[in-house]
Nanobody, 116 residues
Framework: QVQLVESGGGWVQPGGSLRLSCAAS????????MRWYRQGPGKERELLAS????????YYADSVKRRFTISRDNVKNTVYLQMNSLKPEDTDMYYC?????????WGQGTQVSVSS
């Protein structure tokens, strides 16, 4: 059974940091590209960051560049999103995504709230 389970979300004050994790199981994690997205109510889904199967980072959205860092551990089957200098506009539901050719999986999401 394929699972992507995000964790690490929560509430943080502006300027703070959070580290999201996405634990994968049920597929060969090391062969999939991994991505982080976010989406809020009534908003379009936004691709934040992408990392290749062996760890080469291939994309950051301008909105998070130099603040967020994507990484992965192919031994632990986990992808991470380190989020620094968080802003209120970063408040959203955050999702991880695994993709290889026609195969794609999504996690259930973790909520990030940034406010004072």
């Amino acid at each position: 059974q394929v699972q992507l389970v995000e964790s690490g979300g929560g509430w943080v004050q502006p300027g703070g940091s959070l580290r999201l994790s996405c634990a994968a199981s049920g597929f060969i994690f090391s062969t999939y590209r991994m991505r982080w997205y976010r989406q809020g109510p009534g908003k379009e889904r936004e691709l934040l960051a992408s990392i290749g199967n062996i760890g080469m980072v291939t994309y950051y959205a301008d909105s998070v560049k130099r603040r967020f860092t994507i990484s992965r551990d192919n031994v632990k089957n986990t992808v991470y999103l380190q989020m620094n200098s968080l802003k209120p506009e970063d408040t959203d539901m955050y999702y991880c995504n695994a993709q290889k050719a026609w195969s794609e999986y999504w996690g259930q999401g973790t909520q990030v709230s940034v406010s004072s």
